[in-house]
């Protein structure tokens, strides 16, 4: 992968582990306005750890840059949508933008606003860019649904017909959350400390997120090394063969594979589980609208992308 540099001050852009960044790399540009990893991590972090329980060596790597890829591309439509506000502005009130942070923060979880807000303040943001970011979120939203009109209603055979095309899609999937702890293959002392690992996990699984902490080298290592919810049969063969029986607390390994050694902890399981048809009426109408609102999107994006100087740099 050729690195590349913008205007010759940003450091070139190579891909790289979660725990080898250089998160002022560029990887794109629009309009001159360049996008950054710093601006892309947030957005792809987790599901890059997700990445690792998934693939290994070229794979796992490819597979990042898709993810980052997908992002970059958000973040080019984003600009691009917010620019063609700029150029014919309305008015996005007050009370608006308060609406909006309060819902950010239930869909976060959080018990109030103000919670929230501390939060985002000691990982480094502020109030101002919290409000910018939400303003900018709501031009989005408004620009694209200013030219959205699903006119004509759903009908009951478009909803019967779209639940057997994507009979699938409503089977909600097998589920682990995974804690992992990777031993990085150039440790000088990996055998000693694999058989210590190994010894105090055998004494008490519960060791498992400060071990990680103490000595993985994967990702979220700060965190005990928990990888999130991922469908299990998108596990990689080396793990699937280490977890033949997912029970919640189950520690697996040492597992060697390329990438060095690796323990599994699994933190949560969620069995498959079919869905009626005569529950998913209202999800699969809102699918089909969607969809609808989708391609209208894609349509209205892509004339804003012809008259764009786009540059791509991974």
């Known amino acids: 992968m050729a690195a590349a540099t913008l205007c010759g001050a940003e450091q070139p852009y190579e891909l ?12 794109a540009s629009v309009n001159g306005e360049p996008i950054s990893l ?35 591309d958000d973040l ?13 502005p309305f008015e ?3 009370q608006e933008i308060e609406a909006e942070l309060d819902n950010i923060a239930e869909r976060m979880g959080y018990r109030a606003r103000s919670e ?23 031009i989005v939203q408004l620009m694209i649904f200013r030219r959205i009109h699903v006119a004509e209603n759903v009908t009951p055979k478009e909803i019967y017909e779209y639940y057997k095309a994507h009979s699938e899609e409503f ?47 994967g990702p979220d290592a700060e965190n005990g090394g928990n990888l999130g919810l991922i469908e299990r049969r998108r596990l990689r063969p080396e793990f699937a063969a280490a977890i033949p029986s997912p029970e919640k607390g189950k520690v697996c390994g040492p597992i060697r594979t390329g990438d060095g050694v690796s323990f599994l902890k699994v933190l949560n399981h969620n069995p498959a589980e079919r869905r009626e048809f005569r529950k998913l009426t209202p ?12 391609k209208i999107r894609d349509e209205y994006v892509k004339q804003l992308r012809q008259n764009a100087i786009i540059r791509y740099f991974f």
Do not use: C, H, M
């Not at 303040?121 to 970011?133: D, H, M, Q, T, V």
């Not at 109408?285 to 989708?294: A, M, P, S, V």
């Open 16 to 27: 790289k582990p979660d725990n080898q960044l250089e998160v002022n790399s560029v990887l």
């Open 38 to 72: 710093w601006d892309v991590l947030p957005a792809t972090r987790q599901q890059e750890y997700q990445a690792y329980a998934a693939y290994s060596g070229d794979r796992l790597y490819e597979a990042i840059r898709q993810i980052r890829r997908k992002t970059v």
């Open 76 to 88: 080019i439509d984003r600009k691009l949508l917010i620019a063609d506000y700029r150029d014919k």
């Open 92 to 94: 996005i009130s007050n």
């Open 116 to 138: 929230f807000i501390r939060e985002a303040r000691e990982a480094g943001s502020s109030l101002e860019k919290i409000r910018k970011n939400v303003e900018e979120s709501l």
């Open 171 to 217: 089977v909600k999937p097998e589920t682990i959350e995974l804690g992992l702890l990777l031993l990085s293959p150039d440790r000088k002392d990996l055998e000693a400390v694999t058989a210590e690992i190994s010894k105090k996990l055998a004494a008490d699984p519960e060791n498992f997120a400060a071990l990680a902490r103490q000595y993985s080298s």
């Open 283 to 294: 999800e699969i109408r809102r699918r089909i609208e969607q969809d609808k609102r989708e």
